[in-house]
């Protein structure tokens, strides 16, 4: 298991997340600035307790300590399109959270606020307990990495695939070309795929790209001591991709959470939680523990993977079924 440091440690860089698919490709060893920043690193083991809050009624008080990312009354509109209107939860150290809702409901845009791409019109987002203002790029402290995986793979068009994968530890790391390239072909591995490295993004399947995204989003600088904590962010990961490649993601999901015994790659998982934005059930059952469902700018119900096929909630319910009657309307 990962074990992380005690108290007052300074450690740099903090954040990454996965680039847009228009951003500048020009690509030189260390060549594009990374979000640098210190970080006060200050997780001890921490419990998880794990939740169910779809029942109601009386709640013992929670202690706080354990959460990582926390949006509050969060609101979010694009022109006269309101689309977020008072979003609240948690995600505590260890928690495999699934955001599901129907489509348009801003499950993707409260990932992009959560990362700190966008910002809200009103609400909070508390890193560690401490209040974010505004975008990523304007932040101080982070205390966690976010990495978010884009729904659209966002990959870089004119770099191969090895450079997209190893495009953080390019930039940020003092790992050699030797070692980062042998890092990425084992991560690539771990995703399914072999011998693509030299490929461009054109040359690859969409299903292809997807796998390559998520293995951008897995690889770490294995010559630092410490590694802070880290959320991930998947937006929709499996969409698209056959049966057996979305089992093949589902359990990769799985094998690098932090509590998982071993990833694909035979190491301790190193994501301390994620949160998985998904329309498929197999991704609902097999990648995730707790489900957010996210209903005309609101959480309309949260509870446990097992209790959402037996939810009375009739907008639960509807969907679940996809039953074309009920309160969801298109
Ligand atoms: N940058 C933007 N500018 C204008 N409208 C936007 C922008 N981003 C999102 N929207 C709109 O906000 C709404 C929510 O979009 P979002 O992608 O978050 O939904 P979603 O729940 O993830 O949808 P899906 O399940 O179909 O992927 C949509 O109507 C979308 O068109």
């Not at 059952?285 to 209790?307: C, N, S």
């Amino acid at each position: 298991m990962l074990s992380f440091s005690s108290s007052s440690s300074l450690l740099r860089p903090s954040l990454h997340f996965q680039p847009s698919s228009h951003q500048p490709v020009a690509m030189s060893r260390r060549s594009i600035s990374p979000f640098r920043r210190k970080v006060f690193c200050c997780s001890t083991a921490i419990k998880f307790d794990s939740l169910s809050k779809s029942g109601g009624g009386l709640r013992e008080p929670e202690n706080d300590s354990d959460v990582l990312i926390e949006c509050r009354d969060v609101y979010k509109s694009f022109g006269d399109k309101h689309i977020l209107k008072g979003v609240s939860f948690k995600i505590r150290h260890g928690e495999a959270v699934g955001v599901i809702g129907p489509s348009g409901t801003g499950k993707s845009t409260i990932l992009k606020i959560m990362a700190g791409l966008l910002a809200p019109d009103k609400g909070e987002v508390y890193i560690r307990g401490k209040k974010r203002a505004g975008l990523i790029s304007d932040e101080e402290i982070s205390g966690l990495r976010i990495g978010l995986v884009f729904q659209s793979a966002a990959l870089f068009d004119s770099l191969t695939v090895r450079e997209n994968v190893g495009f953080l530890l390019y930039e940020n790391s003092k790992m050699s070309e030797n070692q980062i390239s042998e890092l990425v072909t084992q991560t690539l591995a771990a995703v399914g795929l072999k011998g693509v490295e030299n490929r461009l993004p054109s040359e690859l399947s969409g299903g292809m790209k997807k796998r390559v995204a998520l293995a951008r989003s897995l690889v770490f600088d294995t010559t630092k001591e410490v590694i802070e904590p880290e959320v991930l962010l998947y937006d929709e990961p499996t969409a698209g991709l056959d049966p057996i490649a979305s089992t093949v993601v589902e359990d990769l999901i799985r094998s690098v959470h932090l509590t998982g015994e071993e990833d694909s790659l035979g190491k301790p998982g190193k994501i301390a939680s994620y949160l998985v934005v998904t329309h498929q059930h197999s991704t609902i059952q097999r990648a995730v523990d707790r489900l957010l469902f996210l209903y005309e700018g609101k959480i309309v119900w949260q509870g446990m993977t097992h209790e959402f096929t037996t939810s009375t909630n009739p907008i639960v319910q509807q969907f679940a079924t996809g039953s074309l009657d009920g309160p969801i309307r298109y």
